[in-house]
Nanobody, 115 residues
């Protein structure tokens, strides 16, 4: 019913930057929350950033000041700009969308931070 497709992952040098994209099959005005999560090897999935109705944004402490979540003018895409990436932030990054009790997930995109 709702498709989310992430892109932009890949190999990044320590201290480098990368921008991830999440393209939705319907406008994101239908959702209460759009978010980015990540799951590193051997760890549980954790929230990275979220954007709520009205444009309110929330960031986890470990990315505050380094990551930025934003959306396209057409309300079809959500982006995550990541700066000063560290090796321990290597993970699969996934996009999520919530509408009331419903939750949708993309397939994820691998981000590897390594020299």
């Amino acid at each position: 019913q709702v498709q989310l497709v992430e892109s932009g992952g890949g190999l990044v040098q320590p201290g480098g930057s990368q921008e991830l994209s999440c393209e939705a099959s319907r406008d994101i005005l239908s959702f209460n929350v759009m978010g980015w999560y990540r799951q590193a090897p051997g760890k549980e999935r954790e929230l990275v950033a979220a954007m709520y109705t009205g444009g309110v944004k929330n960031y986890s402490d470990f990315v505050q000041g380094r990551f930025t979540i934003s959306r396209s003018r057409a309300y079809m895409s959500v982006y995550l700009q990541m700066n000063s990436l560290q090796p321990d932030e290597t993970a699969v990054y996934s996009c999520s969308a919530r509408a009331g009790p419903r939750e949708y997930w993309g397939q994820g995109t691998q981000v590897t931070v390594s020299s």
